[in-house]
């Protein structure tokens, strides 16, 4: 059937026939249009369908179901679908009603409107997808349409073989069996049954003067609901509902259980500590994200080179976009031969998968003062390098809490350069700071080297810089990353800079109920460098500032103690590719 030229020869009457009859602007002729017969016959649809003798099992389903007196009763313009006695196998058919409301749409369907990706809501309140190959052949789900009739109360759409309408991702979820137990058991710590007070019917009022409602309760689920605003009233996005196009990776418990230990081995290496029950949840939390996406991937997309990203939108109470989960197709395999179709999108099977690293490790980020006064003098030699006469500590006050996170103390690491008005070092040498990786451990009250993993990372740093007139050379484990930096109104504590909060905190809440400097809370800080930590590297991050204009003015004069190290922190954050 060439779709285009039934267009084109319908075309001149989708105005009028749009509300009314076709009947009135047709003669009762056939209309041949290559191998589509499009009739219209004086009968309705039941009238047509039962007097076909080619149709004698679906039209005595129909009865049997209950399908013609719905049709009658809805006294509106419908689509059916049917389909030879030749075709159908009527022990195939487990669900006679179900399989009969596959059969129905609400919608008369005419041939003008058919257009490739247009997609039908049946009386199985699932979506079927149009699809026009490149012959112009119409496809309904993926059975070819043979055959248009029009009567008087919508159209007869025969179809080549019987439609299986197949289940939606939300019914495909809760039917997986034992071996996805904690996939689901995951996604249902999430989900709750409330009230739905706008689809619920008032049916009179207590004693104490309340409403009492004939009650509709509804699922939501508070980790991956998405709104296009900041609460329940704009839906984006949902797992459940069939008017969403969605994409489901399907995760077995071995590759849940398998990428979970992954991570907390992971973790421990990295931090030389056991992960917290917050880690714990934000490893799950993002087994459950990854998994899920607000279009339906094509076999193509799931296994080529090109990352891609999880379901976007608001979460309800958050105000901001809610970070998404980062695929990998190289790394996250999936069965991509054998997809699972779903009424309102698609799945796939996974084979592979872990959390990635650039999630497990999050960042790494030391506050130097702190650190500083917890090293014994062996240990501020061995991780503070320095060529400065003096050190100590200098506090600006700090910023904080809200609510569950504390406080940021900013306290300033200060390291002179300069003593009695001459430079410390020796002639011609610049004042330096090398910093090892360290962190305290305040369950063994001891210092220790990080053990970064090898990767790609973000490199950034905080500093005191209101008065810093002096430029600085960054190093990283022995290689020039940036030169020549000026530090006065660059990098002032860890206000600015890379836009990213730590977990759990969103700028845009804050803003509302704070004095607007929300955004300045505990960020990472200006990015110097992206940096590789090599397996190599012993130790794994060493960072070494150099400068000659922090201790000299441009006429070669010395510059007064003012101009000191101002240290406030390093960071390290693993970029996309760290994965």
């Given at each position: ?15 009028a026939?749009?509300?009314?009859k ?18 219209i ?10 007097s ?19 049709i ?25 009603d ?36 490149e ?34 991702l ?104 056991i ?12 087994i ?16 080529g ?5 999880s ?22 395999l999936?069965?991509a031969?054998?997809?699972?179709k ?6 796939y099977?996974?084979?592979d ?56 103390k ?36 001891t ?13 950034r740093?905080?500093a ?22 000026g ?45 590789i ?32 190290w101002?240290?406030f ?11």
């Amino acid at each position: 059937m060439k779709i285009t030229r039934l267009i084109f020869a319908l075309l001149l009457f989708a105005t009028a026939c749009t509300d009314e009859k076709w009947d009135d602007h047709y003669q009762k002729n056939e209309i041949v249009v290559d191998n589509l017969n499009v009739e219209i016959v004086d009968q309705t649809i039941e009238e047509y369908i039962s007097s076909q003798d080619d149709y004698s099992i679906i039209s005595q389903l129909f009865d049997e179901t209950e399908v013609y007196s719905s049709i009658e009763s809805r006294n509106q313009s419908l689509t059916v679908f049917v389909y030879k006695n030749a075709t159908i196998n009527e022990n195939e058919i487990i669900d006679r009603d179900f399989f009969a409301k596959t059969c129905v749409c609400d919608l008369g369907l005419t041939p003008t409107k058919i257009s490739d990706g247009f997609s039908l809501l049946l009386w199985t309140n699932k979506f079927t997808r149009i699809r026009v190959d490149e012959l112009g052949d119409v496809f309904i789900g993926d059975v070819k349409l043979e055959r248009v009739v029009q009567t008087k109360d919508g159209f007869v759409y025969e179809m080549a073989s019987p439609m299986v309408a197949p289940p939606s991702l939300y019914e495909v979820l809760n039917s997986l069996g034992d071996d996805y137990s904690v996939f689901r058991s995951l996604i249902a710590e999430y989900e709750e049954k409330v009230f739905d007070r706008e689809n619920s019917t008032p049916i009179g009022v207590d004693n104490t003067g309340n409403t009492v409602y004939d009650s509709t309760f509804v699922v939501t689920n508070s980790l991956m609901d998405r709104y296009s605003d900041y609460n329940a009233t704009n839906m984006y996005w949902n797992m459940r509902e069939e008017q969403y196009t969605s994409t489901m990776m399907i995760i077995n418990n071995d590759l849940v259980e398998n990428a979970l230990d992954q991570a907390y081995a992971f973790y421990e290496e990295a931090f030389g500590t056991i992960p917290s029950s917050e880690d714990t949840t934000r490893f799950k939390e993002w087994i459950i994200r990854s998994a899920f996406f607000d279009y339906e991937l094509s076999r193509e997309e799931v296994t080529g080179d090109v990352d891609l990203w999880s379901v976007r939108g608001k979460v309800e109470g958050i105000y901001d976009n809610y970070y998404t989960a980062q695929w990998r197709p190289s790394v996250q395999l999936v069965d991509a031969a054998n997809p699972v179709k779903f009424s309102n999108g698609v799945g796939y099977y996974v084979t592979d998968y872990k959390i990635p690293n650039n999630f497990v490790i999050w960042r790494y980020k030391e506050f130097l003062a702190g650190l500083w006064e917890r090293c014994s003098d062996e240990e501020k030699d061995m991780y503070f390098k320095n060529n400065s006469a003096a050190q100590s500590i200098r506090s600006q006050g700090g910023f904080g809490p809200f609510g569950e996170f504390p406080l940021v103390k900013y306290d300033i690491l200060r390291m002179d350069p300069i003593s009695n008005g001459e430079h410390v070092a020796e002639d011609g040498d610049p004042a330096y700071v090398e910093l090892t990786g360290v962190t305290y451990d305040a369950v063994t009250n001891t210092i220790k080297e990080l053990n970064v993993p090898p990767g790609e990372y973000y490199l950034r740093w905080g500093a005191w810089s209101a008065n810093a007139a002096y430029t600085a050379d960054f190093y990283f484990n022995g290689e020039l990353v940036r030169e020549n930096q000026g530090f006065q109104g660059w990098c002032n504590f860890d206000r600015y800079g890379a836009a990213e909060f730590p977990y759990g905190f969103f700028d845009r809440h804050w803003r509302v109920v704070q004095d607007g400097k929300a955004a300045y809370y505990n960020r990472d800080g200006q990015n110097v460098a992206t940096v590789i930590v090599k397996e190599s590297d012993n130790p794994r991050v060493k960072i070494r500032l150099e400068s000659t204009d922090i201790f000299k003015n441009s006429d070669g004069s010395y510059k007064d103690a003012s101009q000191a190290w101002g240290l406030f922190h390093w960071c390290l954050r693993p970029t996309e590719n760290n994965y």
